[in-house]
C-alpha cells in the first residue's frame, strides 16, 4: 500500500517536472536553472541517517556534496521519505545506506526510483559476532570500519577519478577506528561493573565486544513503552545489580523513572543516529567516558 503511494506520488512529480521541461521549449532553460546546480551537474552523494552521512563523508572530505536524508534531531527508526525525498533519490548519483534492517524505507524507495541510481548497503560485509536483531552495528567501532571500507570501495567504483584522495581519507580514519576500539579494550580491561541499564536497546554490539551486559528498558526500535512489569523486573535489577547509572540517547523519561526509584543517577549514550550532530570518534569518545563513570 505505501509502497502503490511512494510509486505513484513519484511518477506524478516526476511527470510533472518532465513536463515543464518538454513542453516549454523556451523556457526550458529556465527551469533548469532554478534547480540546484548540483542536482544537473555535480553529482551529489546521498545517505540515509547521520551516522551513514558521517561516515561518507570521513571518505568524500569536501571532494563531493554529501547530503542525508533524515536530518539531525528527527527520529531515524520511524522515518518515512516524502515524495521530495523521492525525486532528490531519483537526482542523486548513489544512494547509500546501513541495511540490517535499520532503514524500513528503502524498498519503497528503490521501488520509486527503479535501477537508475545505485544503492549501496553500507553494512554488506559486517558479520556480527552476535546473533541478534540490532541493527546498530555501527556502534561497535571495527563495525563501523568495515561499514566505511564498503562505503569507500563503492565510491572509488563510482568515482574512480578521486580514488586516490577517496582511499588516502580512508587510511586516516581507519586508524582513527582502530584507535578507538583499542581505547574501548583498555577501559573495558578496568571496568569493576558489566551492567549496562539503557532506555533505547542500541548497544547489543558494542557490549558484545567490550564485555558488558546491556539490559535494555524498551522496545529494540520502535520505542515502545515497557509494561508496568517490565519496569518492575529492571527496578529489582537495577536494585541486585548495584546498577549505578541508568543510560537514555533521546528521551531521558524511562531512564529518570527508573533512576528515581532506585537512587541510580542519569546519563547520555549516544546512539548516533542523528539526535545530535558531531562526528563518530567524537560521540564515542564520550560515550566511553560516560561508561567509565558508570562502570568504574
Ligand atoms: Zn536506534
Not at 65 to 81: D, F, K, Q
Not at 91 to 118: C, K, L, N, Q, T
Amino acid at each position: 500500500m505505501l509502497k502503490k503511494f511512494f510509486s505513484t506520488a513519484f511518477f506524478v512529480i516526476f511527470a510533472i517536472f518532465i513536463t515543464s521541461c518538454t513542453t516549454e521549449n523556451g523556457a526550458s532553460s529556465q527551469n533548469l536553472a532554478s534547480v540546484p546546480a548540483s542536482e544537473t551537474e555535480t553529482p551529489v552523494i546521498y545517505t540515509s541517517f547521520h551516522a551513514i552521512h558521517n561516515f561518507t563523508q570521513l571518505v568524500v572530505q569536501d571532494i563531493l556534496p554529501v547530503r542525508v536524508l533524515i536530518t539531525p534531531g528527527v527520529e531515524a527508526h520511524l522515518w518515512e521519505p516524502t515524495a521530495q525525498d523521492m525525486v532528490n533519490i531519483h537526482y542523486a548519483a548513489v544512494f547509500i545506506y546501513h541495511g540490517f534492517g535499520m532503514e524500513h524505507f528503502v524498498d519503497s524507495i528503490r521501488a520509486s526510483v527503479g535501477g537508475s541510481v545505485p544503492f549501496i548497503e553500507a553494512s554488506a560485509n559486517v558479520t556480527p559476532a552476535l546473533q541478534d536483531a540490532d541493527p546498530h552495528l555501527w556502534l561497535n567501532p571495527l563495525y563501523a570500519l568495515t561499514i566505511t571500507e564498503t562505503i569507500k570501495n563503492a565510491l572509488v567504483q563510482l568515482f574512480p577519478e578521486h580514488s586516490a584522495a577517496f582511499e588516502q581519507n580512508f587510511e586516516v580514519a581507519a586508524e582513527n577506528f582502530l584507535a578507538l576500539d583499542l581505547a574501548y579494550q583498555a577501559a573495558a580491561a578496568d571496568f569493576v561493573r558489566r551492567d549496562i541499564v539503557v532506555s533505547h536497546g542500541a548497544f547489543a554490539h558494542l557490549a558484545y565486544a567490550y564485555n558488558l551486559n546491556q539490559v535494555a528498558i524498551e522496545g529494540l526500535d520502535d520505542h515502545a513503552d515497557p509494561s508496568p512489569a517490565r519496569m518492575a523486573e529492571i527496578i529489582d535489577f537495577v536494585q541486585a545489580n548495584n546498577v549505578t547509572t541508568i543510560f537514555y540517547d533521546e528521551d531521558d523519561t524511562l531512564a529518570t523513572a527508573v533512576a528515581n526509584a532506585t537512587g541510580a543517577s542519569v546519563a547520555m549514550l549516544n546512539t548516533f543516529e542523528g539526535l545530535t550532530a558531531g562526528d563518530y570518534f567524537t560521540v564515542m569518545y564520550q560515550n566511553l567516558q560516560a561508561l567509565v563513570l558508570a562502570l568504574s
